[in-house]
């Protein structure tokens, strides 16, 4: 069957989803030990440097038969061989703004945090297992989070329009408080005038949802999660948002005070396409029906995993099981999945459908997906929903902002449409379609907002954005499918995650810091006592979120080892592959910043014999100017992983920290 953009074949009848029983909010909360000192077992190491006591006591390997098979099991999942690059791949580059602007900046802080303090294994908080399984890290909160108030941050003002740079930008990692400050006497004092209802945001500020009165059903909106399943923590918790433990913990909150909720995402689950991507496309549905998500749509990074992983999750044998609906995507037949969800909860009937903007698409689509032409498919879904009556009609849209727009304007009859695809943060109220009666709402990038609507059988809808900071304590049920999901990578290995080692494009082969360091006993000194030694030691004892540990996932592995690629998540040959044969190669080395040093190394201890020409060009090729170093620092020091990075000058003060020159 080709793959092909036009009018989609007759779609299989939606799913009808009457009221359930909601899912239980966690409950309890438990109280972080201690680790006992270990100072007489630590004291000859160097902090960070990896202790070899990482055995598989420390990584029970019995905790695997209570561990439930996950749907994407290798074994029973199909494997699509993928090609070696041998020449060097470029970057996947995605746009991303910047972090705060730098008045906000001088408002929120008056220092830069300082760098992450290496640290030992005896810094490691230690949590008390939730009963057979793996541990967990506690709930703190119970009820609805009273958030922190921050008065100096509550000064920042933030556009009004979609695709606006914002403070703590979509994909800068930072949370800026101005939610977070939401809920407290002082921030409501600060927006609040005279005669305004409670609840409204004055001059397109954060709308206060706790102020709202219980509605009927509150639509509980995602999207655009590309990949994050969970905030790295790189550059610490605090400062990053998002992540499935948080939002599930916001939902019970939700729950817990009586709201009923009705979970929809906009798609886009993923980013790139390979093996631990299909494995992390499931663990993420699984994620969504734990949270009761009722529909999903999807995004043009879910579309190019194979199409038996998709239907695997789309063909769902019950109507209660089915969470995909598309109004244009149709998976090798349109009996296999519904074009729109209907869901009757609390006396409402709630329709939902999706699409995906074919220009969306990055890629060609496999020739057993066929995708309708939006406006067309768009018509056809509407006018079966209308037969149905329903009281609200959402249409997720995958694509840019103003397509959306435009399909309302030429399709009417949907009353929210909700945008996954862009960049920019959501905005604090709906966006008006010119020209339509439907609103719009933005999703935002990489799961970090909550897009809350209620609906009211007497009133209209309200709409408030939450952002999943820090203040959202993660969800045991979630952070027991994180361990599973790196214990998944674990057991599959390399080879059967289809990675393999590549040339690097010099060359040349790795041979690790300390060789450096014979000659270069300044500099090694240097780095021995910096963050980038104990980096493989943070993965394998992270001191945050510490019951998972983290050496098994490519995507953490290559900026936290010698001789990978840090954004394409691949090793190159001579790389680091194992932790205990590679104990080497340890650490962000001297080699990640100045390239392969085999052939240098060889040639300056007579290894090998060369001419006083061959030897001074190894020497040249292993130096990095200082001119090009920002942008070397930035392969591994991104938006996501490290936004103090991007502030001004703070290029200068990281490098005051571990500035070294040549040779002793």
Known sequence: MAAQTGEPVAEAEPAVKEDADQPSASEGSQSDDKVNSETEATAEK????????????????????????????????????????????????????????????????????????PRSRADVVAVQPLGPGLPVTPIKNSGIPVFPASTEVA???????????????????????????????????????PGAPAGSAVGGGPIDFKAWPAPEVALFITG????????????????????????????????????NLLPIDAGNLIRRFGRQAEIKFHRSLEALRKMGYVAVGFGPDDVRISVGDLIQEAAAEKPEDMVYASANVVLVDPSLMPSYQLVKRNGLKIAVTSILDPDALDAPLNE?????????????????????????????????DEAAQKLVQAVPGFDVVVVAGGYGEPTYQPEKVEGSETKMILTGDKGMYVGLIGLYADSSMKYARVPLTHDFEDAPEMRQLMSEYQFQLRDLGFDNLEIKPIPHPSGRNFVGSETCGECHTDAYGIWENSPHFGATESLVHPGERGDVPRHFDPECISCH???????????????????????????????????????????????VEVSDAIRDQLRAAMQLPLEDAREKCMECHDLDNSPDFHEDGAFDDYWAEVEHYGVD
């Open 561 to 607: 080892v010698t001789g990978w690629n840090p954004q394409n998540y691949y090793p190159y040959k001579s790389g680091y592959l194992d932790l205990k044969a590679d104990e080497h190669l340890h650490g962000n080395g001297c080699e990640n910043c100045h390239g392969p040093g085999a052939d240098h190394a060889a040639a300056e201890s007579g290894e």
């Open 46 to 117: 160097k902090p960070g440097k990896f202790d070899g006591e990482i055995t598989i006591d420390d990584i029970d390997v019995d905790q695997d038969a209570s561990i439930e098979p996950s749907a994407s099991d290798w074994e029973n999942a199909e494997i699509v061989p993928t090609p070696v690059a041998v020449p060097e791949i470029i970057a996947e580059v995605v746009p991303t703004p910047h972090g705060m602007p730098e008045h906000a900046l001088a408002e929120a802080q008056s220092v830069r945090k300082p760098p992450i303090v």
């Open 368 to 400: 057993d997906i066929m995708l309708g032409a939006p406006i067309d498919s768009a018509k056809q879904v509407i006018a079966k929903i209308k037969a149905e009556q329903p009281d609200f009609t959402v249409l997720t849209f995958y694509g840019k």
């Open 155 to 193: 000064k920042i003002a933030e556009a009004k329009r979609p695709g606006t740079t914002q403070a703590g930008g979509a994909n800068s990692g930072v949370s800026p408080p101005n939610d977070a400050a939401l809920g407290t006497p002082q921030a409501l004092a600060a927006d609040s005038v």
């Open 224 to 259: 655009q999660q590309h990949g994050y399943i969970e905030p790295c923590g790189c550059t610490g918790l605090d400062k990053q948002k998002g992540g499935v433990a948080r939002r599930m913990t916001f939902a019970n909150e939700l729950k817990n005070e009586g709201w």
